[in-house]
């Protein structure tokens, strides 16, 4: 969750949504996200809305759980008689197993006990290697969590120490070792390519090392060098060089070589999971791609209802004093226009596997999908389907063909 708000209308003290927003809900999933914004250290290329310990300002992680299930309580409030229950619960941060598992377990009651979770429901959690053990991992599967993300990132420690990553080569795969033990049968990896100094050979070496511990998920994101982090101003004092769009090239498509060898299968650009297998892909993630609901439940979260997206205040001690005012944390909205949503779906979907529908597009970009068709970036099987869908390639190219495709 990055960082900066955008500007937006007043949320109205009681976070009422427009009637509107509400309309053919039931045929929309609902899910929801969970904000845990601690971290022990904060790493250098990071520019989420994350806090540590000296720049908390007086808020606490003691009593921050319940603060989450006073806004969980006020969700209830706003959607009413929504009849919907519950199909996905993300937890991110941040760490969020810096908390312990019973505060994690309190949050995710709240959803259960306010909405009702679906039977299937998947129910997620992030979390830095050195911040869990055997006993955590067993509180939070019997807590209800389902699914759990380690931030890997390399397998290479010196790689590790240009991210200001604090766990050692290894622990990782120990975590999904001791994840598979606790009942996690749906494990992720989260990768990071492009890092400065780092070569192919360590690419390669995190490639097979996330593949032998045994994940059905694996994330892999090109790094992106925020400004203000201390990564940006270390290359920009020439510390350590910018890896260039070629190399991250090269690296994508190594990933995509290995982890399909290995039996593994992009759905969404930056994220593989187990061929055939529907449940190891993120589900709250493809609820995000495909436009559904979420409620964003903490300082800095984004939500979305409807065509109405909002986002919270930063700090956590200012959303810890609007809940006790009894105030929506809310910061801001936007009220999504059509062509606002038109153009999200292209942006979204066109990431995703199948794509999205032609018929979504306008004149100038069903001109620019016929030629990203002839030109090798869409696939001509699916373009005669009437969806346009990436080639290998296209993924390479995959911002520029969205450009010109929303035109």
């Known amino acids: 969750m990055p960082s900066a708000l955008p500007d937006g209308e007043p949320v109205p003290a009681d976070g009422a949504l427009p009637a509107a927003a509400l309309d053919g809900a039931a045929d929309r999933p609902l899910g929801f996200y969970l904000h845990v914004p601690y971290c022990a250290t904060r790493c250098g290329y990071c520019d989420f809305n994350t806090y540590t310990a000296s720049e908390l300002g007086g808020s606490s992680r003691e009593r921050y759980a319940e603060q989450v299930v006073e806004e969980i309580r006020l969700a209830r409030k706003v959607l009413g008689d929504d009849p919907r229950s519950v199909e996905t619960v993300f937890v991110g941060g941040g760490t969020p ?11 995710l009651s709240a959803v259960r006990e306010e909405f009702g979770l679906a039977e299937d429901a998947e129910v997620t959690t992030e979390a830095n290697p050195e911040s869990v053990d055997a006993a955590s991992l067993a509180g939070l599967r019997e807590a209800g969590f ?11 420690a010196h790689v590790l120490r240009v991210l200001d990553r604090t766990h050692t080569p290894g622990r990782p795969e120990e975590c999904v ?10 494990v992720n990896l989260d990768l990071i390519y492009g890092t400065p100094g780092e070569t192919d050979d360590d690419w390669r070496a995190s490639l097979d090392a ?38 991250h090239a090269d690296r994508y498509l190594s990933a995509e070589e290995r982890l399909s060898a290995a039996g593994m299968e992009w759905y969404e650009v930056s ?3 187990t061929r055939g297998e529907a449940a190891a892909r993120c589900r709250h993630n493809e609820l995000y791609w495909t436009g559904a609901d979420w409620w964003g439940a903490g300082p800095g979260a984004h939500s979305h209802v409807g065509g109405v997206r909002w986002w919270n205040v930063k700090h956590p001690a200012a959303y810890a004093r609007a809940l006790a005012e009894g105030r929506s944390p809310g910061a801001g909205r936007e009220l999504l226009t059509p062509e606002d949503r038109r153009v999200e779906r292209i942006l979204l979907e066109l990431r995703l596997r199948q794509g999205c529908p032609l018929p979504l597009l306008a004149p100038e970009g069903a001109r620019a999908a016929e030629r990203a068709r002839d030109d090798g970036l869409l696939e001509p099987g699916a373009y005669e389907e009437g969806r346009a869908v990436l080639t290998l390639r296209g993924r390479l190219l995959a911002d520029a063909v969205v450009r010109d495709l929303v035109d």
């Not at 070792?177 to 749906?186: E, K, M, Q």
């Open 97 to 107: 197993t810096l908390l312990p598992p019973e505060d994690l377990g309190r949050m």
């Open 146 to 156: 389902t699914r759990i993300s380690f931030g890997m990132q390399s397998a290479r």
């Open 210 to 247: 996330a593949l032998a511990a045994g994940p059905d998920h694996i994330s892999a994101y090109a790094l992106i060098v925020e400004e203000g982090t201390r990564l940006a101003r270390r290359i920009r004092r020439g510390e350590v060089p910018m890896t260039d769009d070629d190399v």
């Open 177 to 186: 070792a001791l994840a598979r033990a606790a009942g996690f049968r749906h």
């Open 271 to 273: 994220n593989w999971a």
